[in-house]
Nanobody, 123 residues
Framework: QVQLVESGGGLVQAGGSLRLSCTASGNIFSINAMGWYRQNPGKQRELVAAITSGGTTNYTDSVKGRFTISRDNAKNTVYLQMNSLKPEDTAVYYC?????????????????WGQGTQVTVSS
């Protein structure tokens, strides 16, 4: 079994910064893509940023130049540094990881989600 634990959300004023972390644990053989999504009530969950195992990154247009995604493979952790935050960044942020998990001699890749962390940006 694999678990993802997120931290770093909170309340911040517009223009401020927050850093989200998400650490995977369990029977992990390897982790492929890692990413951050966000969701507001009544809206679809949207991709914010993603990073491949090789370090290639991808951002949604609204956060380009303000957010930076990174990963520490030794710690099975992905980060999201969020700068120049705006009220429209307010949402619950979820991490998602494509994990190759082991069970005995079996290997299986599937996506796992964190529990979500609230980010609130006040104007």
């Amino acid at each position: 079994q694999v678990q993802l634990v997120e931290s770093g959300g909170g309340l911040v004023q517009a223009g401020g910064s927050l850093r989200l972390s998400c650490t995977a644990s369990g029977n992990i053989f390897s982790i492929n893509a890692m990413g951050w999504y966000r969701q507001n009530p009544g809206k679809q969950r949207e991709l914010v940023a993603a990073i491949t195992s090789g370090g290639t990154t991808n951002y949604t247009d609204s956060v380009k130049g303000r957010f930076t995604i990174s990963r520490d493979n030794a710690k099975n952790t992905v980060y999201l540094q969020m700068n120049s935050l705006k009220p429209e960044d307010t949402a619950v942020y979820y991490c998602r990881c494509s994990v190759v998990a082991t069970s005995g001699f079996n290997f299986k890749m599937q996506p796992y989600w964190g529990q979500g962390t609230q980010v609130t940006v006040s104007s």
